[in-house]
């Protein structure tokens, strides 16, 4: 059992910047791929960005590509999204997700585990 908790949201001007943390329990973090997704009002949930157990592969929406950075430091069991030259297409509420499989998933059916979501509200 994965429990993960969310923190960082807020709202922030257009390009501006947030880093998103996900704090996860349980002793088999290090094996579990974790994920970002986002869901906007009115719209479906979608994937953000997602890497491995060791954090060698990444892998990112077109839409967030070459803005957002997804890190993990598996010693703190967290997880993070750094969010650089935010636009107010991205104000969602974002949900971090765990599956343990080892490498990388895209589709929210392949997680198992999810956070309660944090608040991102980007300003135009």
């Known amino acids: 059992q994965v429990q993960l908790v969310e923190s960082g949201g807020g709202l922030v001007q257009a390009g501006g910047s947030l880093r998103l943390s996900c704090a996860a329990s349980g002793r088999t973090f290090s094996s579990y791929a974790m994920g970002w997704f986002r869901q906007a009002p009115g719209k479906e949930r979608e994937f953000v960005a997602a890497?491995?157990?060791?954090?060698?592969?990444?892998y990112y929406a077109d839409s967030v590509k070459g803005r957002f950075t997804i890190s993990r430091d598996n010693a703190k069991n967290t997880v993070y999204l750094q969010m650089n030259s935010l636009k107010p297409e991205d104000t969602a509420v974002y949900y971090c997700?765990?599956?343990?499989?080892?490498?990388?998933?895209?589709?929210?059916?392949?997680?198992?585990?999810w956070g309660q979501g944090t608040q991102v509200t980007v300003s135009s």
């Open positions: 890497i491995s157990w060791s954090g060698g592969s990444t």
């Open positions: 997700a765990a599956t343990p499989k080892a490498q990388i998933r895209v589709g929210t059916r392949e997680y198992d585990y």
